[in-house]
């Protein structure tokens, strides 16, 4: 059996990571400014992480849900603190994209309703639900399509208002950051806009903070830069440091009913285990303070080119957009550079390094990247 061919590979296949270093199985040495797409969080095998999850395996690995987990409840009771949302209670899932979903889901049974607001631009997985919500024609079907979503422009509070007026609208989702469409940024003001009219009209909001939250941007969602307190907020990627998990934090006025809700994978105990790891080492290396501060440099310290159009983004969640294609400028990053940078659309080099990226390696790579630069 072959595998099924759907991904454009990197020619580099990492065998061992430290931080955000990654090595090849020649031993050469790589720096990770794309933390496995915005997964690796907490930097590759942090001892913290290895230790919680090599323990929590040798004692027990997996039952279903239909027993009582403390680790499910240490999580949500922990995220709920570090978040700054303790009265949210929290459904465990496995990725981002079942989040969403979920989200969709829930804002569907809490209002009656099935139409969907979301975002020109957006992104929020490849699962059919979640990709009636996603404004990529080359990922949705013909079934999707016919899915009652109405997409927006970001930032235009009037269109919004237009479509929640209508009465049919059971909830609308936005991203954080929108990253997969370049990061975009939503203004604060819209965002607080958006918060006040969905309030207004009874209507959901989620949040997907599944690629800017857990600290990310500096604080740990990004929408918190706003000010605003979602309905539901969809988070996985970095929560798992690389152990696939994902979540959805509800806000108190939504009501469990036993079976609304399931999965069988969701919330296992190396799940937990990995989730609580990467809390701790949020949480003991300062990291919101330290994204800050390192993001801040990276911004201001990134060459100005005649071929850099633009620098957007929050923390360690930043997009160089160019005026020409990226794919030479990647290329020579990471084979003659050795460093592995991300992508957005055909002019964006995406960065989303661990956050416990040092200054010397944003060092690193602006160098590179003005020797990149300086010859082309
Ligand atoms: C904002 C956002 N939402 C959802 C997803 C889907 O997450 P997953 O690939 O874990 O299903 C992604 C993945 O890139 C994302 O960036």
């Given at each position: 059996?072959n595998?099924?061919d759907v991904?454009?590979?990197?020619?580099v296949?990492p065998?061992?990571g430290?931080?955000c270093?990654?090595w090849?199985a020649e031993?050469?040495?790589y720096?990770?400014?794309?933390?496995?797409?915005?997964v690796?969080?907490i930097?590759?095998?942090?001892p913290?992480?290895?230790?919680a999850?090599?323990e929590?395996?040798?004692?027990?690995?997996f039952?279903?849900?239909s027993?009582?987990?403390?680790?499910?409840?240490?999580l949500?009771?922990r995220?709920?603190?570090a978040?700054g949302?303790?009265?949210?209670?929290?459904?465990?899932?496995?990725s981002?994209?079942e989040?969403n979903?979920n989200?969709?889901k829930l804002a569907s049974?809490h209002?009656?309703?099935?139409?969907?607001?979301?975002?020109?631009h957006?992104?929020?997985?490849r699962?059919s639900g979640a990709?009636?919500?996603?404004d990529?024609p080359?990922?949705v079907?013909p079934?999707?399509?016919a899915?009652?979503?109405?997409f927006?422009e970001?930032n235009?509070?009037?269109?919004?208002?237009?479509e929640?007026?209508?009465?049919?609208?059971a909830?609308v989702?936005?991203?954080?950051?929108?990253?997969v469409?370049g990061?975009i940024?939503?203004?604060?003001?819209f965002?607080?806009e958006?918060?006040?009219?969905?309030?207004k009209?009874?209507?959901?909001?989620?949040?997907?903070e599944?690629?800017?939250?857990?600290?990310?941007?500096?604080k740990?969602?990004a929408?918190q830069?706003?000010g605003?307190?979602?309905?539901?907020v969809?988070?996985?990627?970095g929560?798992g440091n690389?152990f696939p998990?994902g979540g959805?934090?509800?806000s108190p006025?939504?009501?469990a009913?036993?079976?609304?809700l399931?999965?069988?994978?969701?919330?296992n105990y190396l799940?937990?285990?990995a989730?609580?790891?990467?809390?701790?080492?949020i949480?003991?290396?300062h990291?919101?303070?330290?994204?800050?501060e390192?993001g801040?440099y990276?911004?201001t310290h990134?060459?100005?080119h005649?071929?850099?159009?633009q620098?957007r983004?929050?923390?360690?969640?930043?997009?160089?957009?160019f005026?020409?294609?990226?794919?030479?400028?990647?290329?020579?990053?990471?084979?003659d550079?050795?460093?592995f940078t991300?992508?957005?659309?055909?002019?964006?080099i995406r960065?989303?390094a661990?956050?416990v990226?040092?200054?010397?390696?944003a060092?690193?790579?602006?160098s590179?990247?003005?020797d990149v630069?300086?010859?082309?």
């Open positions: 059996m595998l099924f991904y454009s590979l990197f020619d296949t065998v061992k430290r931080g270093t990654i090849d031993g050469n040495q720096l990770d400014l794309y933390g496995g797409h915005a690796i969080s930097g590759h095998a942090h913290v992480y290895v230790r999850l090599t929590q395996l040798s004692r027990i690995g039952y279903s849900n027993v009582r987990n403390p680790l499910q409840e240490e949500s009771h995220l709920g603190e978040c949302m303790p009265d949210y209670s929290l459904f465990l899932v496995n981002g994209a989040a979903e989200a969709l049974f209002t009656g309703k099935d139409r969907i607001v979301a975002f020109r957006s992104f929020h997985g699962t990709v009636a919500v996603t990529n080359a990922i079907s079934f999707n399509a899915h009652k979503v109405t927006v970001m235009d509070a009037a269109a919004v208002e237009a929640l007026a209508k009465g049919d609208v909830g989702i936005i991203e954080g950051i929108q990253g469409g990061i940024v939503p203004e604060d003001a965002l607080r958006l918060s006040a009219l969905t309030r009209y009874g209507v959901v909001l989620i949040m997907d599944v690629q800017s939250g857990y600290g990310r941007t500096g740990f969602f929408h830069w706003a605003i307190e979602p309905d539901l969809t988070v996985a990627k929560m690389g998990i959805v934090l509800i006025q939504f009501k009913v036993k079976g609304m399931g999965t069988t994978f969701g919330g799940a937990m285990a989730a609580l790891a990467v809390l701790d080492v949480t003991q290396e990291l919101l303070e330290h994204v800050g390192v801040d990276l911004l990134l060459p100005s005649p071929a850099i159009s620098v983004g929050r923390g360690l969640m930043l997009g160089i957009e005026s020409r294609e990226v794919a030479p400028i990647r290329s020579k990053l990471l084979y550079k050795h460093i991300g992508v957005a659309g055909k002019n964006m960065l989303l661990p956050l990226l040092k200054k010397e390696e060092a690193q790579f602006i590179a990247l003005e630069l300086s010859e082309i």
